[in-house]
């Protein structure tokens, strides 16, 4: 996988993904996230993550319910995380082959242009 900048990602529609494949390597993830600002490795490198300070709960909410419809539409689902009503996260991989494709950098990229309302 060769990286692309944001612009190019978010040209891109999600690819189903039933395994079968490699997941990327870390050089190759580390490559990536140089295009895509605030996201980071977890889990080993298996994963891709953000972390927002919203202004409050509902904000929070709002945010989480515009990346449902960006990933509903795409076909690609992140895992959304709250806690302490402001911090929120989003966390990638691509479970069917237990790492990180092209879609979760695709997902990533269309994350980033959500408004946020921020603290």
Known sequence: M???????????????????????SLAEAKLQL????GWYLTHE???IRKDWRVKNFMAGIDFFNQC???A???GHHPDLHIEGYRNV????WTHA??????????????????????A
């Not at 996260?89 to 990638?92: A, I």
Request: charged share 25%.
């Open 89 to 92: 996260s989003v966390e990638l």
């Open 68 to 70: 449902a419809e960006v």
């Open 34 to 37: 140089g295009e895509l600002q």
């Open 2 to 24: 060769q990286p692309q900048t944001a612009d190019q990602l978010t040209a891109k529609k999600c690819l189903p993904c039933e395994g079968g494949v490699e997941p990327c």
């Open 45 to 47: 490198g298996q994963r």
């Open 97 to 118: 082959i237990g790492g990180l494709s092209e879609n979760d950098f695709i997902l990533a990229a269309k994350i980033d242009q959500l408004p946020i309302a921020l």
């Open 72 to 74: 509903e539409a795409d």
